[in-house]
T-cell receptor
Framework: DSGVTQTPKHLITATGQRVTLRCSPR?????VYWYQQSLDQGLQFLIQ???????AKGNILERFSAQQFPDLHSELNLSSLELGDSALYFC?????????????FGPGTRLTVL | AQSVTQLDSQVPVFEEAPVELRCNYS??????LFWYVQYPNQGLQLLLK??????LVESINGFEAEFNKSQTSFHLRKPSVHISDTAEYFC????????????????FGQGTILTVHP
């Protein structure tokens, strides 16, 4: 158990819908990262928050957004869903926001868009 | 931009045999390399990492990786594998900007599925 929790574990929805994925980092970690894992794209970095502020952005679509709240949990919002958004979404947390930090990954949320 | 190439998508091997999972990277700035393991239906776990110093790094469960700057490689090895090592292994590089600014985000390779047969 990494100490990072993600809810829900599974999510099945229809095209055009909007969903929210939630992540609680390890106790004391200030940085949260979101990654998408799909068969065709592999594991891709989406976005990073550090202590409530956006720190870095990767290949995140405009239909996707995220935020980190004062209690440091984070939410990833996916809207106008398409079939291609079906994937495993991971959240990871680390103490700071440095290349030397170990990132601890949650178990992931499997999103299926029908 | 940094990138990671894992040369083998699948590696089948018999129990107690040695194994090498290959990883090559490209980077224009300082390099920080990681190997993560993903067991079925689980998240990723850090196996080992190279930040600086000795080019040979080891994990607690017998894996080791060697950073080779001239060949831009970070291959993962284990002299004798167990059934429990069956998993997907990901090589990753951490981004460091040209001015030395680091955010910690990881760029992953496509993964190598290691299957250990009895």
């Amino acid at each position: 158990d990494s100490g990072v929790t993600q809810t829900p574990k599974h999510l099945i929805t229809a095209t055009g819908q909007r969903v929210t994925l939630r992540c609680s980092p390890r106790s004391g970690d200030l940085s949260v990262y979101w990654y998408q894992q799909s068969l065709d794209q592999g594991l891709q970095f989406l976005i990073q928050y550090y202590n409530g502020e956006e720190r870095a952005k990767g290949n995140i679509l405009e239909r996707f957004s995220a935020q980190q709240f004062p209690d440091l949990h984070s939410e990833l919002n996916l809207s106008s869903l398409e079939l291609g958004d079906s994937a495993l979404y991971f959240c990871a947390s680390s103490s700071w926001a440095s290349h030397t930090d170990t990132q601890y990954f949650g178990p992931g949320t499997r999103l299926t868009v029908l | 931009a940094q990138s990671v190439t894992q040369l083998d998508s699948q590696v089948p091997v018999f129990e107690e045999a040695p194994v090498e999972l290959r990883c090559n990277y490209s980077s224009s700035v300082s390099v920080y390399l990681f190997w993560y393991v993903q067991y079925p239906n689980q998240g990723l776990q850090l196996l080992l990492k190279y930040l600086s110093g000795s080019t040979l790094v080891e994990s607690i469960n017998g894996f080791e990786a060697e950073f080779n700057k001239s060949q831009t490689s970070f291959h993962l090895r284990k002299p004798s594998v167990h059934i429990s090592d069956t998993a997907e292994y990901f090589c990753a590089v951490s981004d460091v900007e040209a001015g030395g600014t680091s955010y910690g985000k990881l760029t992953f390779g496509q993964g190598t599925i290691l299957t250990v047969h009895p």
